[in-house]
């Protein structure tokens, strides 16, 4: 079968190569999955780079998100067990992990349902508990992250105000359904805050969203309202920030940190209990997997490292069935 290996750690453009690999054989648990759509997420372009929290030996195959076929010919949602992933023919999974793909998706963006929307659900109301009326801030509100996060804000009855970078990415949040779009590009750190405060009356966002880090952060603690929350997803900007606590105990809000990973060893039921409800949520149009392109899989490189770069709008899906 085509897979796409990582031999050495580098930029996902250098790291990557296509090559030809007998089919992986599943293990004790493991079950073979055939590959319908695989999502591109941004812990590939750091699996490729050697930066993220799980480093598989090498040589690996990335990607962590699928929508594949099972050898009875179920199509199922899974997380593949490393280094066998997605951006491959044939992937593995562990058997009691995949999940039933809702009928109101086509494979790709059933790929793109499960870490985005789970990491977004999990965030909104286990971790912060959104509540409706409440002000929700999201950045990187175009992107696969931010985009899941809009719309499950949306449906939970929150005003939604959606940061993004540039004309192009401002056209999708409002699509979205964004009530408020600020262009991150055309306002500096303290504007956009003050943007915020004067959209909420002076109160500020009662949940920020934050997926990217570094300033994004900063200019959060600046607009969040009083016993509001921040949400730290990741750091896709590449900057890591340092909480000044003594401004959280200033400011009275929560900072609240949500590794979505850990749920599925410590809570698996609560992994099939969201999804459920996100089903349920597919299935009455309230989400939908924003997909930005639909690639085949000879352009899984490309489309890693477009993630790892920052222009890629909602999720790129990889499919190993298209010419």
């Known amino acids: 079968m085509q897979a796409w290996r990582v031999q050495a750690h580098d930029e996902p453009l250098k790291a990557m190569h296509l090559t030809e690999v007998p089919e992986p054989e599943p293990g004790p648990g493991e079950v073979k999955l055939r590959v319908l759509a695989a999502a591109v997420n941004f812990p590939d372009a750091l699996l490729c780079r050697g930066q993220y929290q799980i480093r598989p030996p090498l040589p690996f195959t990335p990607g962590v998100e699928i929508c594949g076929e099972t050898p009875d010919g179920r199509r199922v949602i ?131 969203y934050d997926p990217v880090g570094g300033d994004a952060y900063t200019a959060s603690t600046k607009c969040v309202a009083f016993e509001g929350r921040i949400i730290v997803v990741g750091f896709a900007g590449g900057s890591v920030p340092a909480p000044a606590l003594n401004h959280v105990l200033i400011k009275n809000y929560s900072v609240l940190g949500l590794h979505w990973g850990l749920y599925a060893d410590r809570e698996p039921d609560a992994i099939r209990a969201c999804h459920e409800e996100l089903t349920l949520l597919a299935d009455s149009g309230a989400i939908r997997p924003l997909i930005g392109d639909r690639l085949p899989l000879t352009a899984a490189a490309e489309a890693v490292q477009r993630v790892a770069d920052g222009t890629s709008t909602g999720r790129l899906a990889v499919l190993p069935g298209r010419p």
């Open 78 to 208: 899974a997380t593949p067990r490393l280094p066998h992933g997605g951006f491959a023919e044939y992937a593995l999974a562990p058997a009691d992990r995949i999940l039933p793909a809702p009928e109101a998706l086509d494979e790709a963006e059933a790929a793109a349902l499960h870490i985005g929307y789970q990491t977004g659900w999990f965030g909104l109301h286990r971790r912060a508990g959104l509540r409706p009326g409440e002000t929700l801030l999201v950045h990187a509100a175009a992107g696969g992250v931010g985009s899941a996060a809009v719309q499950l804000g949306k449906a939970a009855g929150a005003t939604v105000i959606g940061v993004v970078g540039g004309p192009a990415k401002a056209a999708t949040a409002e699509a979205l359904g964004c009530d408020l779009v600020l262009d991150r590009t055309a306002l500096a750190p303290a504007e956009l805050a003050a943007r915020v405060k004067e959209a909420t009356a002076g109160r500020g966002a009662d949940v920020v």
